[in-house]
């Protein structure tokens, strides 16, 4: 008896669709990998900021982390580690948290256009102030006329939109329990208006500018 005779498996060809469609992932698989790389390659080491940095603040190294980014441009616009040194540099305007540290935002001392003001602040609302802040800052004047007594004149406005620096405890002996110091960053040109309302016997409050 003869064997029965089997059938011929037929070799893919260029024309069966699988063929094509391996080649269309391999491809595809090739692409992927190629860009992957690529986009590795374009990445710039940088520094952000390990906390908020206020004006005035000298920095070092020790303010910064190191965070990679992607673009070759970064580095044209962004501090980077080795490119630049930081001795002597101040901070300008305040840099956040975690922020990337411009190059524009650091300067030498006599750049920085605000100067720190200490202004007492009830401990309830300093929860609610975080530095970078803006506040209005107003002003109750004692009044001439009172004859001697406490009476104080109606706030008026003594400048808005400065910027929280830092909150931190009220050390000093008179101070109450419940009476924190809020660090205002004032403009220069404002700077002797705020000063003159302290020394004269003024109560400035600070006022939230609502976000």
């Keep these: 008896m003869t064997d029965p005779v089997r059938p011929r498996k037929r070799r893919p060809t260029w024309r069966d669709p699988r063929v094509g469609i391996g080649i269309l992932l391999v491809a595809a698989s090739v692409a992927l990998g190629s860009w992957v790389v690529s986009a590795a390659d374009d ?5 952000a900021a390990t906390d908020v940095l206020s004006p005035g603040h000298e920095v070092s190294t020790d303010d910064f982390r190191r965070v990679s980014v992607a673009g070759p441009d970064v580095a044209d616009t962004y501090l980077t580690p080795g490119s630049a040194t930081v001795e002597e540099l101040v901070v300008l305007r305040t840099i956040g ?5 411009p190059r524009s935002a650091l300067g030498d001392p006599q750049s920085v256009r605000v100067r720190t003001v200490t202004v007492p602040v009830n401990a309830a609302l300093a929860g609610t102030l975080d530095p970078g802040a803006r506040v209005d800052l107003w002003v109750a004047r004692p009044d001439p006329e009172a004859g001697g007594t406490s009476a104080m004149l109606a706030p008026e406005l003594l400048v808005e939109g400065v910027e929280i620096a830092a909150v931190n405890e ?12 809020a660090q205002i960053l004032v403009p220069r040109e404002d700077l002797s208006a705020v000063l003159a309302a302290r020394t004269g016997g003024g109560q400035i409050t600070i006022v939230p500018v609502p976000t």
């Design 97 to 101: 948290e975690g922020e990337l540290i």
């Design 170 to 181: 009220n050390t000093s002996l008179f101070a109450g329990s419940q009476t924190m110091i």
């Design 43 to 47: 990445t710039v080491t940088v520094w």
